[in-house]
């Protein structure tokens, strides 16, 4: 029955419309690209692009925020470190120099070098001179000096790139300091550059009792730059420049025991042409005179490394002064012109 029924049904033949119609079903979907949504739709879709790129410009931001906040940081964190480091050279420095030397003294020479390798921070509290920021010291005041009568000092600013750039002025009277009579052969002067900035004068009254202290037979005054006065003090550098009331006259003074290099402590040293004036920290008196080739400087002067510049304040010559560090000067006075010594040289 059933084979009867397949030949009775005709197989009717897929007609050409058709066949069209499915050939046209990629047009179909061209059409639906050209479709236009809905207004609204659009609408919803542009805000949700600005409120993207309001998100990413957000995020940026808060990027840039971060990225600085660490910049500061990690620029605090090196600023600490390096107080850090300077805390534990001055902890080394307050030590005495000969103690340091004892102890280091009783280890084996292996041992020695091996405490001198690992132990950085004695070696910088011991020889200043190889620290970098030490061989370059930058001495930010300039002195005029009006022989007997008083001094210009002109305070730069140590932070300006620019030497020219004043921080303050300040004229001193010294008729105006109690102790001090610049006019009198009992009194010697000093004015004193030191290292760090600080102005300070020492005054020695050769006619005072040895019994007399401080302030009675020495004085030491520190100028401060905010107050602008001169306040008292009881200590002085290990190094300082000093400047003489009547002309420029550089000095060194040494407070501790320097035996290496042969300088006595306590003893202001005066060099010039001849040799060198020896003084006494404690009462001013002359203690010697050191010839310009005596022990002191044997060695070519090696010892005391050698700045040489010219002045003019009486007959043109040249001026031979000893620095066991290897300072910037800058003074003027009348009759002689500004000089510079930017020499840098190494024990």
Not at 235 to 248: E, M
Not at 287 to 302: A, P, Q, R
């Amino acid at each position: 029955m059933s084979g009867d029924l397949e030949k009775t049904i005709p197989e009717e033949p897929i007609g050409e419309e058709e066949v069209e119609e499915v050939a046209n079903f990629d047009d179909w979907e061209d059409e639906a690209d050209l479709y236009t949504p809905d207004p609204l739709f659009q609408k919803e879709l542009k805000k949700q692009q600005a409120e993207l790129r309001r998100k990413e410009d957000e995020n940026a931001k808060v990027s840039d925020i971060i990225s600085q906040r660490l910049k500061i940081q990690k620029a605090e964190e090196e600023e600490e470190e390096e107080e850090q480091q300077q805390v534990k050279v001055r902890s080394w420095a307050e030590l005495e120099w000969d103690l340091l030397g004892e102890i280091v003294s009783r280890l084996f020479v292996t041992d020695q070098a091996r405490f001198r390798v690992v132990c950085k921070n004695w070696l910088v509290a011991a020889h200043p001179i190889i620290n970098a920021n030490a061989t370059k010291p930058s001495l930010p005041w300039q002195g005029c000096n009006y022989p007997g009568c008083c001094s210009e000092f002109q305070i730069f600013d140590p932070l300006s790139s620019s030497p020219k750039h004043l921080a303050s002025r300040h004229i001193i009277d010294w008729s105006q300091l109690d102790d001090v009579v610049v006019q009198s052969s009992g009194i010697m002067t000093i004015r004193s550059f030191v290292f760090n900035g600080e102005l300070m004068i020492i005054g020695f009254n050769r006619y005072v009792k040895n019994l007399a202290t401080l302030p009675g037979q020495q004085f030491v005054r520190r100028y401060d730059r905010l107050s602008k006065v001169w306040i008292p003090v009881t200590t002085l550098s290990d190094y300082a420049l000093f400047f003489n009331y009547k002309f420029a006259d550089v000095s060194l003074i040494n407070t501790k025991d320097r035996t290496r290099n042969r300088v006595l402590p306590n003893k202001i040293y005066r060099f010039f042409n001849g040799g060198c004036l020896v003084y006494s920290l404690e009462d001013g008196k002359l203690v010697e005179f050191k010839s310009i080739n005596s022990n002191l400087l044997e060695h070519g002067g090696d010892d005391l490394p050698e700045y040489k510049y010219k002045y003019n304040y009486a007959t043109p010559d040249t001026y031979s002064s000893f620095w066991l560090e290897a300072p910037r000067v800058r003074s003027s006075s009348r009759g002689y012109t500004a000089l510079e010594t930017r020499e840098t040289m190494e024990l």
